[in-house]
Nanobody, 128 residues
């Protein structure tokens, strides 16, 4: 098992950057595919970004070019750098981990059901 704890969420102004962190413990995070999901009030949790074990990244269309997912294996940490935030980015952000997927497709990567581990989330609020 791996335990995940997110941090870094806060209130920011539109256009400002923000970085989120996910601290992993229990197992080496490099052995997992790690992703960020987000959930706005009253809505389903949705895929944001993925960093696979070997380093390939994937992003949801609305964050491409603005968000960047990274990992520090030595610190056992995963990060999400978010630039040019807008009010539509307001949500709880969750770090999630998976050891494998049902299929080698974007649909499988973006399916939250495929992730066995997740943290408690950190709230990001973007004001206009």
């Amino acid at each position: 098992q791996v335990q995940l704890v997110e941090s870094g969420g806060r209130l920011v102004q539109a256009g400002e950057p923000l970085s989120l962190a996910c601290a992993a413990s229990g197992r080496t995070i490099a052995k997992f595919h790690t992703a960020w999901f987000r959930q706005a009030p009253g809505k389903e949790r949705k895929f944001v970004a993925l960093l696979r074990k070997l380093g390939t990244t994937y992003y949801e269309d609305s964050v491409k070019g603005r968000f960047a997912i990274s990992r520090d294996n030595a610190k056992n940490m995963v990060y999400l750098r978010m630039n040019n935030l807008n009010p539509e980015d307001t949500a709880g952000y969750y770090c999630e981990a998976a050891t494998s997927y049902r299929a080698d497709t974007y649909a499988a990567f973006a399916d939250e059901q495929g992730y066995a581990y997740w943290g408690q989330g950190t709230q990001v609020t973007v004001s206009s």
